[in-house]
């Protein structure tokens, strides 16, 4: 069976090339783009077909901070992808599509996460959202039809519409924050179209 993991090596350890274009570079498959800030976003370039990706936390000498918009969407063969910390944003539809990929983790640094970006992620399971993170997204996880659990920080204010849309096999929600503090959440009035029984687990108290 062919080896499907692929290791990004600092961009000190490759080849050196001339770049087309100044803001934009690409190392052992993946793209990296300049931000406003100098810092670097990310997203897939051939490696689509790897199983596992791990992100550098640097390009050029400068962190990694985000996960482009639309950045690793519809990697068919993505099992698996580390995301360094220092890494704040995950744009819109970051890793809708990717139906084979079956977890991943968070790291603390994450505070935005964008809409419908592990939209039809059908094998993930489980997903801890990040201390920081403010919103859920519309569409966050749809069509998650593998999903069971799910961790909320308490530092979220607000679920917009349509986040756990088809997630049938959601049954339980892990918030970090009190009873109080889930009933004075805004939540969409759609938020939880189309769960069937779930329960939300407080810390002093489910519901």
Known sequence: MPDHTATIQPPSLAEPTEPEDPLQNEADGLVFEMLTDGTYGVKAGNVRTFGEIVIPDSYNGQ?????????FANAAY??????????????EYAFSGCILLTGITLPDSVTEIGKAAFSYCE?????????????????????????????????VKRIENDVFDYCEKLRD??????????TKLEKQEQWDLR?????????????
């Open 78 to 91: 993505l099992t698996k992808i580390i995301i360094p910390n220092g890494v704040s944003k995950i744009g």
């Open 123 to 155: 094998q993930l399971t489980e997903v801890t959202i990040p201390e920081g993170v403010v919103g859920l997204e519309d569409f966050l996880f749809d069509h998650c039809i593998s999903m069971v659990s799910v961790t909320i920080p308490e530092t």
């Open 195 to 207: 769960l069937m029984d779930y329960w939300v687990h407080c810390t002093d108290g489910d519901l």
């Open 63 to 71: 962190p990694v901070t985000q996960i482009l918009p639309y950045g």
């Open 173 to 182: 929600i892990h918030y970090t924050g009190s009873f109080a503090q889930w």
